[in-house]
């Protein structure tokens, strides 16, 4: 189910946030580059001094803009007017350390002409592919409004004007059938509020907006945890037209303000950060536990009858349906409608499962989905497809774990939320230590968890 719904959400499951974390390390990066190229081309040896230019230069252009939905000309002259300033501050900087007899005019003459050139050529052609992209079916992304007012009806009207950005409407919801109902929605109307759930479920939708008035925030609550049993990221659109905004984060969609009510953590530079902190770790990981996963392969194999490697289906990012890796513990391999769960003395357990999963070693393998991108690290541990489809009809917000990867170990794992969960208190505890790392993640908060799972699984008793 989940699997048809998100398949094909990769790198366009977020274009713009994807694209500001490119464009962020893109423009500066390619500045410093240039300058050291067109030394090497100008026959100049990289010295102290470009070495010191290049991390300037990045150090004062990051993060770059994301220029790749402008316009052509706009995004010219955008860089062009960027580029004077920074032209003026390194003069400045110069003349005040009277360094600039220490480089080449000419190598410096041809980079100040070659490096916002090709900078903008490279986010011209990469507008293009962006937008090529966009166009596919399989990477638009569905979008419904709760609300058909004079601000619904805004929001709409803002997807049309932004179809570049891959999103398709799908149309309005709204208990009201009266005069606040704009006509140019009626058309589009799909149902009530209580059937929004039911058709983000159904149709895959990836985005709701709610531009309801305030005035009906019990509604607006009723709605949140319903639309929560679903992958659909929220978002809560204030008519602000009037009202001067002093504090919060707001993301421009054509003029129209919105305001994020349930989102990744992982957007923009974080996106790049967390990923790229993920294979650098599972890489040096592998690399150094080979022997050890060859070791425990050799003793599952020669200990009872089946598959060294037991592949497990799980719901990743998005609800998305993934496969598992872990060492085989059990004689048996349960991976249908009905899963049971692990438990003390578990009479399926081989005598060389017992003491993986005691000490988590079984896990192993999962760095390997790591560098698949099914997985990271860090985040909620996933559970089995048939334990989500029972625990997300049971607690409330269980599906938004799955705005982010699941993780090989997390926050609830280190607080002690391990091992069986043999009662809806238990899998409730859990979903809410999930849910504050999504709201409280950083990249520190990812490395304290990382040593403390490497201390629990010496110390801790708790995972059979």
């Not at 977020?14 to 090497?40: D, F």
């Not at 803009?65 to 110069?94: D, H, K, T, Y």
């Not at 129209?256 to 902190?277: A, D, I, Q, S, W």
């Not at 003395?345 to 999963?357: E, I, K, Q, S, W």
Request: proline letters at 5%.
């Amino acid at each position: 189910m989940f699997e048809d719904q998100r398949a094909g959400h990769k790198f366009f499951s977020g274009p713009e946030s994807t694209s500001a974390a490119v464009a962020a390390l893109l423009e500066p990066a390619l500045a410093a580059a240039l300058l050291l190229l067109v030394s090497i081309a100008a026959d100049e040896p990289i010295d102290r001094p470009e070495l010191v230019l290049a991390v300037l230069v990045f150090a004062l252009m990051y993060p770059g803009r994301n220029r790749f939905w402008e316009r052509p000309l706009n995004a010219a002259v955008q860089m062009g007017s960027s580029w004077a300033g920074l032209l003026c501050i390194l003069l400045l900087v110069g003349f005040g350390t009277r360094s600039l007899h220490l480089y080449n005019e000419v190598v410096l003459l041809g980079w100040m002409l070659c490096a916002p050139t090709l900078t903008w050529f490279v986010f011209f052609f990469g507008r293009k592919w962006l937008r090529s992209q966009a166009a596919l079916p399989h990477n638009r992304r569905r979008a419904v409004v709760v609300g058909a007012g004079p601000l619904g009806v805004k929001v709409a009207a803002a997807f049309q004007a932004r179809g570049s950005h891959a999103h398709e409407f799908c149309g309005y919801f709204d208990d009201r059938q009266d005069g606040r109902v704009e006509d140019a929605a009626r058309a589009r109307l799909e149902g009530s509020l209580h059937e929004v759930a039911p058709y983000a479920a159904a149709h895959g939708v990836h985005e709701v907006y709610i531009t309801l008035p305030l005035g009906s925030q019990p509604r607006i609550v009723r709605l949140l945890e319903d639309i929560q049993a679903t992958t659909a990221s929220i978002y809560f659109v204030p008519d602000v037209f009037g009202i001067s905004i002093i504090q919060g984060r707001l993301r421009d969609m054509n003029g129209v303000p919105v305001v994020g009510l349930c989102e990744t953590p992982f957007t923009g530079t974080n996106l790049v950060v967390k990923r790229l902190c993920d294979i650098v770790l599972a890489s040096a990981i592998l690399l150094l536990i080979s022997p050890v996963l060859l070791a425990i392969a050799l003793a599952v194999r020669l200990s009872s009858p089946g598959p060294v490697i037991f592949r497990q289906r799980r719901n990743g990012l998005d609800g998305r349906q993934i496969v598992v890796y872990k060492f085989r513990t059990m004689r048996t391999q349960d991976d249908g409608a009905v899963v049971p769960q692990a438990t003390r003395n578990d009479p399926r357990l081989t005598p060389v499962g017992a003491f993986l999963r005691r000490t988590s070693l079984d896990e192993l393998p999962q760095f390997v989905n790591v560098l698949q991108g099914r997985m990271s690290i860090v985040g909620p541990r996933p559970h089995a497809v048939a334990h989500n489809d029972q625990y997300r009809r049971l607690i409330k917000a269980y599906m938004v774990r799955h705005k982010v990867r699941p993780g090989i170990t997390g926050w609830a794992q280190i607080n002690g939320c391990r091992g069986e969960t043999d009662t809806l208190d238990k899998m409730q505890a859990r979903v809410e230590y999930d849910l504050e790392y999504l709201r409280n993640w950083s990249l520190v908060l990812d490395l304290q968890i990382i040593a403390r799972t490497i201390k629990l699984v010496f110390f801790d008793r708790k995972a059979y």
